[in-house]
């Protein structure tokens, strides 16, 4: 879950199919790698040696901006400005060879599409907050993605809104529409595509503890199938993912009650939930207090259902010292407990909020100005960039094409 403020007015839906990410086509081009960074027609790729040493004397860049807004202090060369450009321009950039694979490219120089396909309206005057997460539904079962997205009311507190928005992927071209789920839900976030439903994780507000909600996705009847850990509210679930055997994982943290003023004082302290869901058993099994979750987001399972990834937010996003980072567990359904967090990453610019797992085990996590891909061992792959002043905040498998829900727009990008 993540928040963005924007001011000015703004266009409804438009915007697909459009093309971006035109860097200054010069493949191989000796002066292309002058700063260690080769320059292809639509990606980048950074080398050893601009990684260990930026290629300015004074440099500095705060934790939620991305890399290619590190500001350079003082003089510098403009073929450094050049560089950063070439970056901020890019629809992708690699680290490591292994990227290549991920786009289905040969190298830099090839060509790679990351296309906008949705635009969300923005307030035509003020401050719009946009906060939304994506439902990971599979296309053989019906081809909908379902964001929720929810614009607060002016101030602090975020309002009820009554619909989600879902893309329909029947047709040649993709459709995003609102839809409106009955009973609605009550701030909606992560969702998972499990056994012809749709369960979301809603944070609740002051009046509706939050929960996990099932939704038919067809007819969008919605039933609040959990929304207490022993008579005690939740404090705002985010995400929920469940297993092929009907074992759900959700995150729970202070989102609704510190950053958006929309949920009651917390009682609990966050962490992750097992919730066996044909025992009725419930469980924390993550964070609980330990320090290891101030704020725990996203969650994923790989293709086996044996690990489980979950991100990790600090009290703000901004927060210097606090967590942007994924932890990998191992999981077993015969065992309850989770094995001790390995710490898979500490993400650059932002923090990863919602995580997504592709079919070799490669890591996906949304950040500020990106999707990042990490190996399994925790290498960063590469980025796949969103639009500039996006935020990645979450994604979908359909097949082989990856849908990346900003802040602002969906796009969506085909890999191997
Ligand atoms: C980046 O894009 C901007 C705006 O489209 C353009 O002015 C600039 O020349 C581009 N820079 C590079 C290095 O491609
Ligand atoms: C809380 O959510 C319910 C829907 O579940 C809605 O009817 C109510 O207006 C919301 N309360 C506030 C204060 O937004
Ligand atoms: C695709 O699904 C939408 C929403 O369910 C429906 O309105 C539309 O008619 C469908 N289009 C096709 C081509 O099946
Ligand atoms: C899937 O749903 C059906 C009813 O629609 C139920 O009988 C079955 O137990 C469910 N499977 C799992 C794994 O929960
Ligand atoms: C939070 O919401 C409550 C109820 O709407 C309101 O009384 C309070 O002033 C709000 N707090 C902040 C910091 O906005």
């Keep these: 879950m993540t928040i963005a403020t924007r001011s000015g007015k703004g266009a ?27 320059i292809g027609p639509s990606g980048v790729e950074v080398l050893p040696s601009f990684r260990n040493k930026f290629p300015a004397a004074d440099f500095n860049r705060p934790v939620t901006e991305p890399y290619w807004q590190t500001e350079i202090i003082g003089k510098a060369d403009d073929s450094v400005k050049k560089t950063l450009d070439a970056m901020a321009n890019a ?25 906008p396909i949705f635009e969300f309206p923005r307030a035509l005057l ?17 081809a909908s993605l379902l964001p929720s997205c929810t614009l607060p009311r002016r101030g602090f507190s975020m309002q009820f809104l009554p619909w989600v928005w879902r893309t329909s992927l029947n047709g040649s071209t993709p459709v995003t529409e609102k839809v409106y789920p009955n009973p609605p839900l009550t701030i909606a976030n992560g969702a998972h595509y499990f056994n012809g439903s749709v369960y979301w994780a809603q ?31 939740f404090n705002s679930p985010n995400d929920v993912v469940i297993t092929k055997s009907g074992v759900a994982y959700f995150t729970d943290g202070y989102y609704g009650f510190a950053n958006f003023n929309d949920t009651i004082k917390p009682e609990l302290a966050n962490g992750v939930y097992r919730w066996d869901m044909a025992a009725g058993r419930v469980r924390m ?25 979950v991100t990790a937010r ?43 797992v592709d079919a070799n085990g490669r890591i996906y996590g949304g950040v500020a100005g990106a999707v990042d891909v990490w190996s399994k061992d925790g ?14 905040v979450n994604m979908a498998w359909v097949g082989k094409w990856l849908y990346i829900f900003g802040r602002s727009r969906i796009y969506r990008v085909l890999l191997t």
């Design 126 to 142: 003020g401050l719009t907050v946009l906060f939304m997460m994506a439902a990971c539904m599979r296309q053989s079962v019906t």
């Design 203 to 233: 944070e609740g507000n002051y009046t509706t503890p939050g929960g996990i909600v099932r939704m038919n996705p067809i007819t969008l009847q919605t039933e609040v199938v959990l929304n207490n850990f022993m008579g005690h509210r």
């Design 379 to 392: 290498t960063l792959l590469g980025k796949i960039k969103v639009m500039a002043d996006d935020t990645a």
């Design 12 to 38: 409804l839906c438009a915007l697909a199919f459009l093309g971006f990410g035109i860097a200054a086509p010069t493949p191989n081009s000796p002066e292309a790698a002058e700063n260690g960074v080769l």
């Design 314 to 356: 600090g009290f703000t996003s901004a927060d210097a010292d606090g967590n942007r980072n994924i932890y990998k567990f191992s999981r077993s359904d015969e065992q309850g407990m989770l094995s001790p967090p390995q710490l898979l990453t500490y993400a650059d610019a932002g923090f990863p909020d919602g995580v997504k």
């Design 91 to 115: 629809s992708f950039i690699a680290f490591e060879p292994e990227f290549y694979q991920v786009l289905g490219i040969s190298d830099y120089s090839q060509e790679k599409e990351v296309e």
């Design 285 to 309: 099994v993550a964070g609980a207090g330990t320090g290891l979750f101030i704020n725990p987001n996203g969650v994923a399972l790989d293709a086996t259902d044996d690990i489980l990834y």
